[in-house]
């Protein structure tokens, strides 16, 4: 018999985006305070580095790469693979990390009592600690080690939303910490019924299994709705908004740009690789009515927000809406290959492109409130006059969540767009539509405020450097710059797909 | 069309680069400093490539940016005018504006619509033009907002909220055109060749016109114009006034199939136009301001320039595009000259103001088509393609309307300014108003024989009189019958059907108020827990019965 899964060169460069944090969290630990903030930069460089390597040892063998953990193969062993979409999220997670990383450096060196204290030191080892959760979520293939992924997301998410101890944002947290461990036994759940059935956890020996028994429908609609809690999609949002507002801006942008899109890669994976084909059609139907109804519930809530951080936290909840209803328009279910169709591409570049702008948003949230000293938006008038360059970024990132060209979001937006005039899903084009209507509005209302000439001039609490401003407003120009891809399937997301052991076995 | 890289081709890039460049200038005080000097100079490069590019050229940006720009005769006819007045308001507005706050700002918020609506007019593809039409429409909130004023802020709030509706009309149409294309970002041409056989044709059609309609202010979407134009300082109503309404106009050219007959649709926006021609003469009677009397006359004309356009699409006749270039050349110049002069004006007192009075009411006059002016020749130069049936005298009516506006327009400027010290604009704002008084009155001669085929001689002979000067005879008729309209005056707020609407704001705000009480309801833990396990069996049904 063939094994399952034949390791291929560059395969350990998986494992090193997975210990690369994992171990610089341990070297702080043994270094101490002193040196946490050195070993978190060294590591964020390293680990641009291995994204980097990985990316470019998959252009070069236009094949996944597998890792297969001790020569063990499974159902025995963990198989690690990384597909072209996996690559991506790697390479989006250690740019908008690195990003992360030198702007929380110098958002604790504006307070040089702090920058080596206990809320510093924390954040850098929870940092890592995410960092590594997200990889192993990216890079995995074993539902179990799934989990273990997801659990460590969590465990390290929820302390950074209440990095700065206030009673406010502890309860906040709690809230996450509830209903994220209602996810995690769904989703526990789930997986101990696909192993009851299938005496396997290994996502590609389940889905080749020649007949599906209703334990797999209900493992799934148990593993599904426990991801989208922590996904927050709508209706299950009731934690998001008061955890990503009130956490530090530097975690802020983290959790908002990647945390929540690890439950959401997972779904995409539990439809598109395991689910049997009439369920997949089905579960993306479900899918897409509630991301349109997030992408339209949720965008009048922005649109309604007093302060700047729960808008952006609102337009988080609205704008992963457009990742779901993505299913029904790639045709995920419906026989053919979806990874090749325009809608996939297209929601791929609202996922990465949304994490680019939804972090430089909430950097430059944060500017504004370390500047400022409040983030109502009502008395934000002239902000623009006293820090341009935030302002800029702001509209910056702005424009790509409203879907104007030339942006990442407009590419994004406009394939959806295609996929739903060609394909007859006029209900999901006119929630694409209003819902770039009503993000006009919310970064409207913000830009309005930024151009404003109030009576009496915004006064600043404390002088911002240019060097904390230059840092959301490089991921910002990122967001725009992903406009000038092509309008049409890329290639790199069809690498490694379909998931089958018959495309690597000789 | 080649889109092969020649000198020509670059000058059409540099058309569209320059404003740009300057406006990334301004980065460095040194340029931020001099930058309301040169704002003249940014439109030059569009100038030149209207006078002396021939139609037809063209060029294509290399990989990754998909653009393509080419030059063709409504879209040369556009840029000429559109490039004259961008030049002369540029030169006003660094004498208008000289020493007032925002001055910066104002001018890069400038750059950038003049590099949009420039743009609009050269561009070749389908992403490049909605790339640059929602730039002149996204910048020019800048110049609407600019003041700060209550007044300017809610024009500000009307005019974004009715330009983010409008692109995404135009979006959906533009996605829905492409989505046939072998090329994801096809040419406007190649698109709209395909266009008559498409099976979204009317859809497309349909959300067209409305993206376009509303930029160029047909009734019933003109609300924001009467706002927006007058809220801005005098330079800038005249830009916003006199080219970027143009951008529907190029529009409408670019994207509707003139080559087949579209009975029906033409039908629609021969309609729609005619009933905004005499709609906005009606409602600008009963204004009291000059510019929003000017911003009323627009959506007029505006009207007229769809009807031209319509009654081109009804038959399929090609010339329609030209015609209607033509017809917009001459509003833009004279447009924009009437703006600034309200301007010079103000400025002027005691007798001095006089032959400004005067040249301004020639101006006003041209509008109604008064003989040897431009809007003589340009209504002229329609009248055969649009017959000698009901659609003709329809249009005749709309020149009896446009001269009691005018009228009302003259009577309202000399009130205005009868109590003005003696003084006189300044040079740096009289000037540019002049060019662009003369622009107005000459250029439209040397086109006209190419547009019209038919000599300039037939522009003065007796039976083309008669064609303008009844209607206008009539407009005088109808104002002194109605006594100079001082019974209407201030009678239809400032942009009338708006204030209806806002009326029932209230009554809009409760669905987001009840949005965000359920999403409080939702946000609860029971409900919450209700909503997961409703999930898992409401997926778990789904599933079990596609099993």
């Not at chain 1, 279910?333 to 702008?357: C, F």
């Not at chain 1, 407003?473 to 990122?478: G, S, T």
């Not at chain 2, 996204?138 to 024009?155: D, P």
Request: glycine share 10%.
């Amino acid at each position: 018999m063939t094994p399952a899964y034949a390791a291929t060169p560059g395969g350990l460069l998986l494992v090193l985006a997975v210990m690369l944090p994992a171990a610089a969290a341990l070297v702080m630990l043994v270094l101490g305070p002193r040196h946490t903030r050195l070993v978190a930069l060294i590591a964020l460089a390293l680990g641009l580095v291995v994204a980097l390597a990985t990316g470019l040892q998959l252009v070069r063998s236009q094949t996944a790469l597998i890792y297969v953990l001790g020569n063990w193969q499974p159902p025995l062993g963990i198989a690690l693979r990384a597909d072209g979409l996996s690559v991506m999220m790697l390479a989006v997670s250690a740019v908008v990390m690195a990003a992360t990383g030198l702007f929380a450096r110098e958002l604790f060196g504006l307070d040089l009592a702090t920058a080596d204290g206990r809320l510093a030191t924390s954040f850098w080892i929870l940092l890592m600690g995410l960092w590594s959760g997200l990889n192993l979520v990216f890079v995995s293939q074993d539902l179990f080690n799934l989990y273990v992924a997801l659990e460590l997301l969590t465990f390290a998410a929820v302390p950074l939303v209440c990095l700065d101890g206030r009673g406010e944002t502890m309860a906040a947290a709690l809230r996450y910490l509830m209903f994220a461990l209602l996810g995690s036994m769904l989703y526990l759940l789930g997986a101990g019924l696909l192993y009851g059935a299938y005496g396997t956890l290994d996502i590609r020996l389940i889905a080749s299994a020649s007949h599906h028994g209703p334990a797999m429908a209900i493992a799934l609609a148990l593993m599904i709705p426990g991801l989208l809690a922590k996904a927050a999609l709508f209706p299950l949002h009731l934690w998001l908004p008061p955890a990503h507002a009130g956490a530090p801006a530097a975690a802020s942008a983290v959790l908002s740009a990647l945390v929540i899109k690890a439950p959401v890669f997972l779904i995409l994976r539990l439809v598109a690789d395991i689910a049997p084909p009439g369920s997949a059609a089905v579960a993306g139907q479900v899918l897409a009515v509630l991301g349109a109804a997030s992408i339209l519930f949720c965008s009048v809530m922005a649109l309604r927000q007093e302060r700047l951080k729960l808008m952006i936290a609102y337009s988080t909840v609205a704008q992963i809406g457009y990742l779901f209803i993505v299913f029904p328009l790639a045709g995920v279910g419906d026989g053919t290959a979806p990874w090749g169709t325009i809608a996939w591409t297209g929601g791929a570049l609202q996922l990465t492109s949304h994490a680019l702008a939804k972090a430089a948003m909430f950097m430059a949230a944060g500017i504004v409130a370390e500047a400022v000293g409040h983030d109502r938006i009502r008395d934000l008038g002239g902000f623009g006059r006293v820090l341009p360059l935030t302002a800029t970024t702001f509209g910056l990132a702005g424009l790509s969540l409203m879907g104007i060209p030339p942006s990442g979001g407009f590419i994004a937006k406009c394939l959806l767009l295609t996929a739903a005039a060609v394909g007859g899903h006029l209900w999901l084009a006119l929630t694409i539509l209003v819902g770039g209507l009503l993000a006009g509005g919310y970064v409207f209302r913000v830009m309005d405020r930024a151009l404003a000439t109030p009576v009496e001039p915004l006064l600043l609490r404390k002088p911002i450097p240019l060097r904390l401003e230059i840092i959301p407003l490089v991921l910002a120009v990122l967001a725009v710059a992903l406009g000038f891809l092509p309008l049409e399937p890329f290639g790199l997301l069809q690498i490694g797909r379909p998931d089958s052991a018959l495309a690597v076995s000789p | 069309m080649s889109f092969a890289t020649s000198a020509a081709g670059l000058l059409l890039v540099a058309a569209l680069l320059a404003p740009l460049a300057l406006a990334t200038a301004c980065l460095s005080r040194a340029v931020r400093a001099r930058v309301p000097g040169l704002l003249w100079l940014a439109p030059l490069p569009a100038l030149l490539a209207a006078g002396l590019l021939p139609t037809g050229t063209a060029i294509a940006f290399p990989v990754p940016f998909r653009m393509a720009l080419a030059l063709d005769q409504p879209g040369a006819i556009l840029l000429g005018g559109a490039a004259l007045l961008w030049s002369a308001a540029g030169a006003y507005a660094a004498s208008y504006l000289r020493g007032k706050p925002g001055l910066t700002g104002f001018c890069v918020w400038w750059l950038l619509t003049l590099a949009g609506s420039l743009g609009v007019l050269i561009v070749a593809d389908i992403a490049g033009f909605y790339l640059l039409f929602t730039l002149a429409s996204l910048s020019a909130y800048g110049l609407v907002a600019h003041e700060q004023t209550a007044a300017a802020r809610r024009a500000g709030l009307v005019y974004m909220v009715l330009a983010l509706l409008g692109e995404a009309f135009l979006l959906f149409a533009f996605v829905m055109l492409a989505a046939g294309q072998p090329d994801p970002n096809p040419l406007i041409r190649d698109a709209v060749a395909a266009l008559p056989g498409s099976p979204m044709r009317d859809g497309i059609i349909a959300l067209l016109m409305l993206g376009f309609a509303l930029k160029m202010g047909l009734i019933p979407l003109h609300v924001w114009l009467p706002l927006a134009h007058p809220a801005a300082p005098m330079p800038a109503s005249a830009v916003l006034s006199g080219v970027l309404v143009k951008a529907g106009v190029i529009g409408l050219i670019r994207f509707l199939p003139f080559e087949a007959p579209l009975p029906a649709w033409g039908a629609v926006l021969a309609i729609a136009g005619i009933l905004t021609a005499y709609g906005g003469a009606a409602l600008g009677v009963a204004q009291r301001r000059p510019k929003t009397i000017l911003a009323y006359s627009t959506v007029s004309q505006m009207g007229l320039v769809a009807a031209i356009l319509g009654a081109g699409l009804a038959v399929g006749d090609a010339s329609a595009p030209g015609l209607a270039a033509y017809y917009g050349l001459h509003h833009t110049l004279v447009k924009g000259g009437l703006f600034l002069a309200v301007g010079v004006a103000f400025a002027s007192g005691g007798s001095r103001r006089w032959p400004l009075l005067l040249l301004a009411a020639l101006l006003a006059l041209s509008l109604a088509g008064l003989p040897l002016t431009s809007g003589a020749l340009a209504k002229l130069a329609v009248k055969p393609m649009l017959g000698y049936g009901l659609l003709s005298i329809a249009v005749s009516l709309a020149a009896a309307g446009s001269t009691m506006l005018m009228l009302h327009f003259i009577a309202v400027m000399v009130s205005e300014t009868a109590d003005n010290p003696p003084s006189s604009a300044p040079p740096g704002e009289t000037l540019p108003w002049l060019a662009t008084a003369a622009a107005s009155l000459l250029i439209p001669w040397w086109l006209y024989p190419a547009l019209s085929g038919g000599a300039l001689a037939s522009a003065w002979s007796l039976p083309s009189l008669w064609k303008l000067v009844w209607p206008m005879m009539l407009g005088v008729v109808v104002f002194i019958a109605a006594k100079r309209f001082a019974g209407l005056a201030g009678r239809v707020p400032e942009g009338d059907i708006l204030v209806l609407a806002e009326r029932q704001a209230p009554r809009l705000a409760r669905l987001p108020a009840a949005i965000e009480r359920l999403d409080g309801q939702l946000r609860l833990w029971p409900a919450a827990g209700i909503v997961l396990l409703a999930l898992v069996i409401w997926l778990g049904g789904g599933f079990l019965m596609a099993a």
